[in-house]
T-cell receptor, first 113, second 115 residues
Framework: DAGVIQSPRHEVTEMGQEVTLRCKPISGHDYLFWYRQTMMRGLELLIY????????DSGMPEDRFSAKMPNASFSTLKIQPSEPRDSAVYFCASSFQVGTEAFFGQGTRLTVV | GDSVTQMEGPVTLSEEAFLTINCTYTATGYPSLFWYVQYPGEGLQLLLKATKADDKGSNKGFEATYRKETTSFHLEKGSVQVSDSAVYFC??????????????FGKGTHLIIQP
């Protein structure tokens, strides 16, 4: 397996624009997580899915953020409208089951100007 | 709630020095514990793990022992190399205590090894 695949690797956008981040988890993993990494706040869990169903989105900072998982092999994280304070590295991770290690993608570095 | 505390660094050592990165945790149940490593521009990679008290995780010369009595999971390596320069994250997973299914991470420790 190629591991968790995220796209794009880098995204630069203007404030107010819609941004969509994409993730393909490892095949057979039932859990998918979206994390955000910043210098100030470290790694924050935004939302996670179990068998394509969102379980906990309490980490999503605002209504501007939304995430979907239409099938077992694809998830998106959307920010609309984007703001400069959304600039961060966004990671997708997947795991086989609860309590086991998560495997991370390479991340998407988002810059909102 | 669950939390992980680790020294933030940067920690600067000379090649072949002994490394310890401290990690302590707070959890309501019986967590699994992990160390992840992040090289520049890359995602996090699992370095080692331990799932119960007194377990020792090891990989690539790194070791950490799950100490329930001190709620600690310190990372050690006997002789570091320049290639070990990276950011190291301690993490826990505590669904047994009713916590979230995701990992809880420390803030990361930036390790710099000088030749």
């Amino acid at each position: 397996d190629a591991g968790v695949i995220q796209s794009p690797r880098h995204e630069v956008t203007e404030m107010g624009q819609e941004v969509t981040l994409r993730c393909k988890p490892i095949s057979g993993h039932d859990y998918l997580f979206w994390y955000r990494q910043t210098m100030m706040r470290g790694l924050e869990l935004l939302i996670y899915f179990n068998n394509n169903v969102p379980i906990d989105d309490s980490g999503m900072p605002e209504d501007r953020f939304s995430a979907k998982m239409p099938n077992a092999s694809f998830s998106t994280l959307k920010i609309q409208p984007s703001e400069p304070r959304d600039s961060a590295v966004y990671f997708c991770a997947s795991s086989f089951q609860v309590g086991t290690e998560a495997f991370f993608g390479q991340g998407t570095r988002l810059t909102v100007v | 709630g669950d939390s992980v505390t680790q020294m933030e660094g940067p920690v600067t050592l000379s090649e072949e020095a002994f490394l310890t990165i401290n990690c302590t945790y707070t959890a309501t149940g019986y967590p699994s514990l992990f160390w992840y490593v992040q090289y520049p521009g890359e995602g996090l990679q699992l370095l080692l793990k331990a799932t119960k008290a007194d377990d020792k995780g090891s990989n690539k010369g790194f070791e950490a022992t799950y100490r329930k009595e001190t709620t600690s999971f310190h990372l050690e390596k006997g002789s570091v190399q320049v290639s070990d320069s990276a950011v190291y994250f301690c993490a826990l997973s505590d669904r047994s205590g009713g916590g979230a299914d995701g990992l809880t991470f420390g803030k990361g420790t930036h390790l710099i090894i000088q030749p």
